[in-house]
Every structure is written in structure tokens, then in C-alpha cells.
């Protein structure tokens, strides 16, 4: 099992931007594929984007694409998501989430983790 933390979650003006980590546990995060997910209060659990193990492919949901960056620091075990353009319908709890696969269902991911609070004000 992957031990995933999120931060950087905060306030944030329309505009503006907040870069999200995610911080895995020991030396085997490097050897899965990381996504990272989002829920609105009140609304279901969507893909955000997704980077492979070894950094070399990236996807996006449409709606975050040419806005949000993810990459990866495998020697610090980190996935990061740079957030910029943010808009009011970004806000939501964002959550990391680690695969085995490369696909961008949730039900491929079996580790969590607790989620951090993004707020975009209009």
C-alpha cells in the first residue's frame, strides 16, 4: 500500500494560481502512476489529470487542460500539480491517488489520499 498526503491546497483569487503536492511513502511511489481527482461540494468525483510512474506520459481532463501541470520528483516521492487560470468551478476538495495502470478511471486507483481544500473566489 501507497501512503499518499496532499498540501497546498488554499484561498485563491480568480486568476490566480496554487501549485498541489503529492507526498508518497518510501522508495515504491516511484513505481506507480499517479492521478490526481476532484469533488465539488455536492457533486460527483472527477479526473483531473494523471502522470505515469516514470513521468513520461501525461493526460488532462479538458477542462483543466492548457491550465493545470502535473509532474513528478520520484527521488523526492512527490507528484506535483500546477494549478494557474484558476476559476471559480475549480473549487473543490482535490485528492492524489496512485494505479498500477495508466488509465484515468477512479476505480483503478486503490490508494488515497485524504485530500486538500481548493477554493477559487469570483
Known amino acids: 500500500q501507497v501512503q499518499l498526503v496532499e498540501s497546498g491546497g488554499g484561498l485563491v483569487q480568480t486568476g490566480g494560481s496554487l501549485r498541489l503536492s503529492c507526498l508518497g511513502s518510501?522508495?515504491?511511489?516511484?513505481?506507480?502512476?499517479i492521478g490526481w481527482f476532484r469533488q465539488a461540494p455536492g457533486k460527483e468525483r472527477e479526473f483531473v489529470a494523471r502522470?505515469?510512474?516514470?513521468?513520461?506520459?501525461?493526460y488532462y481532463a479538458d477542462s483543466v487542460k492548457g491550465r493545470f501541470i502535473i509532474s513528478r520528483e520520484n527521488a523526492k516521492d512527490t507528484v506535483s500539480l500546477q494549478m494557474n487560470s484558476l476559476r471559480p468551478e475549480d473549487t473543490a476538495v482535490y485528492y492524489c491517488?496512485?494505479?498500477?495502470?495508466?488509465?484515468?478511471?477512479?476505480?483503478?486507483?486503490?490508494?488515497w489520499g485524504q485530500g486538500t481544500q481548493v477554493t477559487v473566489s469570483s
Open positions: 502522470i505515469t510512474w516514470s513521468g513520461d506520459s501525461t
Open positions: 491517488a496512485a494505479s498500477p495502470f495508466t488509465g484515468v478511471q477512479a476505480t483503478n486507483y486503490y490508494d
Open positions: 518510501g522508495r515504491t511511489f516511484k513505481n506507480y502512476n
